[in-house]
């Protein structure tokens, strides 16, 4: 079968919009393990060591919002996936702020709802990342 322009990397990512896209794992994933920290420890630094990567996490989910929308605005793009995959990355920004905000809080009050939020952010990035590059791949049918 002869490769056409429509069938082999229709569909594949930037480079630059999946390195973001596995980028904003590891920021969400430290904050959630650094507020389990301060919940077995109550060292408050691991709440700012939180702060921080949840700073990191909305950085790189703003760029890899950008690049879903842009994906969308493209006519040929514009299906379920990607639509889910903008609602996905939205939610992940959203959940991201809110954290962010509640770790701004003095430490004792940013717990439990720091933990939660942080879990659900992680839990969100990696669905976000996984449905990104499985829908996204070089060669991938349309």
């Not at 990397?9 to 920021?27: D, E, I, K, N, Q």
């Not at 700012?48 to 605005?73: E, P």
């Not at 709802?113 to 349309?142: D, E, H, K, N, P």
């Amino acid at each position: 079968m002869a490769a056409t322009p429509d069938r082999i990397g229709s569909r594949a990512l930037h480079p630059l919009h999946a390195f973001l896209l596995a980028a904003t794992v590891p920021p969400f994933l430290g904050a959630m393990l650094t507020d389990i920290a301060y919940a077995k420890t109550f060292e408050i630094q691991w709440t700012n060591f939180a702060s921080w990567l949840i700073v990191a996490g909305l950085v790189f989910a703003a760029l890899v919002l950008v690049f879903a929308l842009v994906d969308i605005v493209r006519a040929h793009r514009r299906d379920a996936r990607s639509l889910a995959y903008f609602a996905l990355v939205l939610a992940i920004f959203m959940v991201g702020v809110v954290n962010s905000l509640v770790h701004a809080k003095d430490a004792w009050a940013a717990m439990p709802g720091g933990l939660v939020l942080s879990v659900i952010g992680t839990v969100l990035a990696v669905i976000a990342a996984w449905l990104g590059f499985a829908g996204y791949r070089s060669g991938a049918r349309a």
